[in-house]
């Protein structure tokens, strides 16, 4: 997870003129222009009819008149207040026109966009101030289109909960780039004209928008002018279903499952009087080696609390000893005092799993060897503290750099990830055996038998990350990662073996590719008797997904655990989580029996300043949410209870958040969206998966006993529960689904 997706920051800088409205009055400074300024910009403003052209239409003609107009009042000897006065006048109907004719984003002049943004955005020389707004944007630039919500949109970037209106300044933003790389323009003007837009937009500051863009711009571009993707279909491929995805097969693709009848479903419950096996899943550690006690917790950049960001006038902008809930990553001190506790209070962890998100999240300022610096100390420190544990990675969409930058092995050399897949295998081997090297090369995921009977898979879920622009070139998956996951559940199923499945992205999240996460979705499925357990992160929350059977709809199959974060970034205390999991016997089912959230109050432990914070345990699962067991349909129970029951939904929306002091106040929208993305196993697929959901939470507004008793046990519910005693035959009619 980060702060504000890069990929989308660039973006933004091209789709600047879609979002913003004029900073500032355009004409409150006068600027010195080339001689032949305003005769360039009839032409544009004209759209290039001469005078007296059968194809000037009235209102260009009226444009016209009205440039030709503010070019002479530009080169009279009035003194400048006079003159500002009267561009004033003219300039307000070519903006009106602009902004009605723009009203349609496909009718967008991205050749004027830019030529303003190449020659009346200030230069980045200038130390005076102009760059960061001060004069405003240039008219057309402006005042070309006021169609989207700013805020709208970097909140949908930062929750990835995306809506149309993401998808207007998608389109925009790419269409723009695109204009750039056709034109003929090379990367380095490229860069520049972004960077110019992103200050000027005050996007993020001088240094954010600087290295980002430096960053990520050459393998943007290299992926763009490889494109044979319009601006539309690209952006229903990176958002989702809101862009109203147009159809393109190269992106609409599906494994083939062997032709070997799916095993009937058996219901085996776990040995009595059997020790579980005791789990400890870490995930999304963002260790931060800058992090400074004091420094300055609310800067205005995508990460603070380090040094660069300066020691602040007010005591209680600084950064905690321990942490902070504002947008700050994980100090040492604090990654050392959990893994200190782990050691001490669970001394007997059968094996760890470790779902990725390393470096810090100050992605514009990253490079290949900072990440590996990370990479290589985090494995230390957890050599040093858990020296005999058995510990299972996989890899985050952070590890890289640029980040979510996962190039498939067929790629030019430059851009192959050798250089971070080579260290995984290196430093990965002290817990893996030699037979995973090969796929950990080629992809970052491999196949591992833990004991008799029990295999755990790892996945390279950037594989299905909507941010990793490669995939844009070829989505069809991506190092046959998912053929070959079906290999080994094929052979785990004739062998008889459970299987754990690990990863970082979680398959529903709407950062996962629509096309990937169907396909996977068919593999759980398809395998369900064989898969035991799947264990995600990313999204920093304690969380879960449920899956459902693809015939009956009504029937929970699976479920993905998403362990919570061990940064605190932002609003959460660290944590992480353990499981207990059936334990070793023959033919245990390795499901996981219970599970329980620690963590460590950021807030006492700052402001006490103790030398040794407390990490407690914070609640566990079947006590908390009264559950018999944690099967899959035990959890869909659970999100079927929380509907119409609040306070259980506040229980779980604490724990969802880690006990956070900070977290903000859930409304009705705000419990839709989060029980929606319990029910979602499948990304881009809420309009079927939530539609229940959002009716149910509506109707108790102003409901009576009977539409509580109705919403309260769904009707899919009951024809699951008759069909498993037979009273349909030998299948439930699909239309009750």
Request: a negative charge.
């Amino acid at each position: 997870m980060q702060c504000k997706e890069p990929l989308f920051l660039l973006f933004l800088v091209a789709m600047a003129p879609a979002l913003f409205g004029v900073q500032g009055n355009v004409l409150s400074t006068p600027a010195r222009l080339p001689k032949d300024f305003w005769e360039k910009k009839s032409l544009y403003y004209s759209h290039q009819h001469p005078e007296g052209s059968a194809e000037e239409s009235p209102e260009d003609a009226k444009t016209r008149e009205i440039v030709i107009e503010r070019l002479k009042s530009r080169n009279s000897g009035d003194d400048a207040d006079q003159r500002l006065a009267e561009q004033r006048e003219l300039i307000a109907p070519v903006a009106d026109r602009i902004q009605r004719k723009w009203d349609d984003l496909s009718t967008m002049n991205f050749t004027a966009l830019m030529w303003e943004i190449d020659n009346e955005l200030p230069e980045m020389n200038d130390r005076k101030g102009r760059t960061r707004g001060a004069r405003g944007l240039p008219a057309f630039l402006g005042n070309a289109m006021k169609l989207l919500d700013l805020k709208q949109v970097v909140k949908e970037i930062e929750t990835s909960v995306m809506t149309s209106v993401s998808c207007s300044a998608c389109k925009a933003g790419v269409g723009l780039l695109q204009h750039y790389v056709d034109s003929g323009k090379s990367t380095d003007d490229i860069i520049h004209a972004a960077t110019k837009l992103c200050v000027s937009m005050k996007i993020e500051s001088r240094r954010v928008c600087e290295g980002i863009i430096d960053i990520m711009a050459e393998e943007v571009v290299y992926v763009l002018a490889r494109l044979i993707l319009t601006a539309d279909e690209i952006c229903g491929f990176v958002i989702g279903d809101v862009c109203a995805i147009p159809y393109n097969p190269y992106h609409d693709w599906e494994v083939p499952l062997p032709p070997i009848p799916k095993p009937g479903a058996v219901v085996a419950l776990p040995a009595p009087n059997v020790a579980p096996l005791k789990v400890l899943h870490l995930s999304d550690t963002h260790f931060d080696p800058y992090y400074h006690e004091g420094s300055h917790a609310a800067c205005s950049e995508p990460l603070c609390c380090r040094l660069t960001d300066g020691i602040p006038n007010s005591p209680s902008d600084g950064a905690g000893r321990w942490g902070d809930y504002r947008k700050c990553d994980t100090p040492r001190k604090t990654i050392e005092s959990m893994l200190a506790h782990i050691a001490n209070y669970h001394q007997d962890i059968d094996f760890v799993i470790w779902t990725g998100d390393l470096p810090p999240h100050d992605v514009w300022n990253q490079s290949r060897s900072d990440n590996l610096y990370v990479l290589r100390e985090t494995v230390r420190q957890l050599s040093f503290y858990l020296p005999k544990a058995r510990i299972f990675p996989a890899l985050g969409n952070h590890e890289s750099s640029p980040v979510n930058s996962f190039p498939p092995p067929n790629v030019e050399a430059q851009y192959a990830m050798d250089w971070l897949y080579d260290e995984l295998d290196l430093l990965w081997r002290r817990w893996l055996p030699d037979s995973t090297s090969p796929t950990v090369r080629r992809g970052a995921f491999y196949s591992v038998l833990a004991s008799p009977g029990f295999r755990i898979i790892s996945l390279n879920m950037n594989y299905c990350n909507n941010k990793n622009w490669w995939l844009l070139l070829n989505s069809t998956d991506p190092a046959q990662e998912l053929q070959w996951l079906i290999y080994e559940l094929q052979s785990a199923e004739l062998k008889g073996e459970k299987v754990h499945i690990l990863g970082h992205i979680p398959p529903g999240h709407s950062d996962c590719l629509k096309v990937w996460s169907h396909n996977y979705y068919r593999i759980v499925n398809r395998y369900e008797a064989t898969i035991a357990g799947q264990f995600f992160g990313h999204t920093h929350f304690d969380e879960f997904e449920v899956f459902y059977d693809e015939t009956y709809r009504g029937r929970a199959s699976s479920v993905a655990y998403i362990g919570p974060s061990v940064t605190p970034y932002y609003g959460l205390n660290p944590g992480y989580r353990i499981y207990h999991v059936d334990g070793n016997y023959a033919g245990s089912t390795r499901t996981v029996l219970d599970h329980e959230t620690w963590i460590m109050d950021l807030q006492e432990a700052n402001r006490h300043a103790v030398e040794s914070p407390r990490w407690y345990r914070l609640y566990t699962a079947r006590e908390a949410f009264r559950m018999h067991s944690l099967t899959p349909q035990d959890w869909d129970h659970l999100v079927q209870r929380m509907t119409y029951d609040d306070n259980l939904f506040q229980t779980y929306y604490k724990f969802y958040w880690k006990a956070s002091p900070v977290r903000p106040d859930c409304d009705a929208e705000c419990k839709k969206r989060l029980l929606c993305d319990l029910k979602s196993g499948r990304s881009n697929d809420r309009k079927l998966t939530c539609q229940e959901i959002e009716e149910r939470i509506d109707a108790k507004k102003s409901s009576t006993w009977k539409t509580w008793l109705f919403n309260g046990f769904a009707l899919s519910s009951l024809f699951t529960f008759l069909a498993g005693f037979g009273w349909f035959g030998s299948s439930v009619p699909s239309w009750l689904f």
